[in-house]
C-alpha cells in the first residue's frame, strides 16, 4: 500500500513552459484535492475532486487545470508557468468528501520556475 | 470567509519543556478541527483531530481540546522531545473536506 505518490519530486521551468504534476493513490478514495505550500501561508487548496469526472476550484485556481478520469489519478496541469507558481504542491486524498476525515499527504513536489 | 490563526514561530525549547501552539480560528457553522505534523522534508500527517465542541483529541503525547466558547484547539504537550522538531499546522473543515490552513508553526527542540 503505497498511499499518497507524487511525481516529480523536484522540477525547474521556464516562464510559460507547462507540465503535469502527477498525483496517485492506491486507497480507494473518492476525495482528492491539491494544495500549494508558500512560507509563511500554510497551504491553500487549488483545486479538488469528489469522485472521478468531478472537479471543481478551490481558493487559488488561476492557472491550473485538473481532471479526474479514474478513481486514483488526479494530475494537476500548468499551462503557462510563472514565477509567482514557485512552490511546493502536495496532493491529499480522503475517504469520503463528509468533514472530519484524515486527509492522506503525498510527499509534495519543489517547483522552481525562473 | 472560514481562517485559522496560528502562534507566530518559529518556537525553539529545550528537551522535556513544556509545549504550547496556540491557535484559533473563524468559521461559520460547527468545524472539525485537526493538527497535522510535516517533518522535514515529508509530506503533512494528521496528528490528532477533534471534530465537535468539547472533544479533546490526543496522540503521542499531544493534545487539543476543542472550545468552541474561546473558538480555540490549542495543542500542548508536557515533555517534548528532539524527534518532536517539525513544522506544525493547525486547519479546520467546515463539509466537503476543504481544509483551511493556519501558517504553521516551526517548531525546534534542542538536547
Known amino acids: 500500500n503505497a498511499g499518497v505518490t507524487q511525481t516529480p519530486k523536484f522540477q525547474v521551468l521556464k516562464t510559460g513552459q507547462s507540465m503535469t504534476l502527477q498525483c496517485a493513490q492506491d486507497?480507494?478514495?473518492?476525495?482528492m484535492s491539491w494544495y500549494r505550500q508558500d512560507p509563511g501561508m500554510g497551504l491553500r487548496l487549488i483545486h479538488y475532486?469528489?469522485?472521478?469526472?468531478?472537479?471543481d476550484q478551490g481558493e487559488v485556481p488561476n492557472g491550473y487545470n485538473v481532471s479526474r478520469s479514474t478513481t486514483e489519478d488526479f494530475p494537476l496541469r500548468l499551462l503557462s508557468a510563472a514565477p509567482s507558481q514557485t512552490s511546493v504542491y502536495f496532493c491529499?486524498?480522503?475517504?469520503?468528501?463528509?468533514?472530519?476525515?484524515?486527509?492522506?499527504f503525498g510527499p509534495g513536489t519543489r517547483l522552481t520556475v525562473t | 470567509g472560514d481562517s485559522v490563526t496560528q502562534m507566530e514561530g518559529p518556537v525553539t525549547l529545550s528537551e522535556e519543556a513544556f509545549l504550547t501552539i496556540n491557535c484559533t480560528y473563524t468559521?461559520?457553522?460547527?468545524?472539525?478541527l485537526f493538527w497535522y505534523v510535516q517533518y522535514p522534508g515529508e509530506g503533512l500527517q494528521l496528528l490528532l483531530k477533534?471534530?465537535?465542541?468539547?472533544d479533546k483529541g490526543s496522540n503521542k503525547g499531544f493534545e487539543a481540546t476543542y472550545r468552541k466558547e474561546t473558538t480555540s484547539f490549542h495543542l500542548e504537550k508536557g515533555s517534548v522531545q528532539v524527534s518532536d522538531s517539525a513544522v506544525y499546522f493547525c486547519?479546520?473543515?467546515?463539509?466537503?473536506?476543504?481544509?483551511?490552513f493556519g501558517q504553521g508553526t516551526r517548531l525546534t527542540i534542542n538536547p
Open positions: 475532486s469528489v469522485g472521478a469526472g468531478i472537479t
Open positions: 491529499a486524498s480522503s475517504y469520503s468528501p463528509s468533514g472530519g476525515r484524515e486527509q492522506y
Open positions: 468559521a461559520t457553522g460547527y468545524p472539525s
Open positions: 486507497m480507494n478514495h473518492e476525495y
Open positions: 477533534a471534530t465537535k465542541a468539547d
Open positions: 486547519a479546520l473543515s467546515t463539509g466537503a473536506q476543504k481544509l483551511v
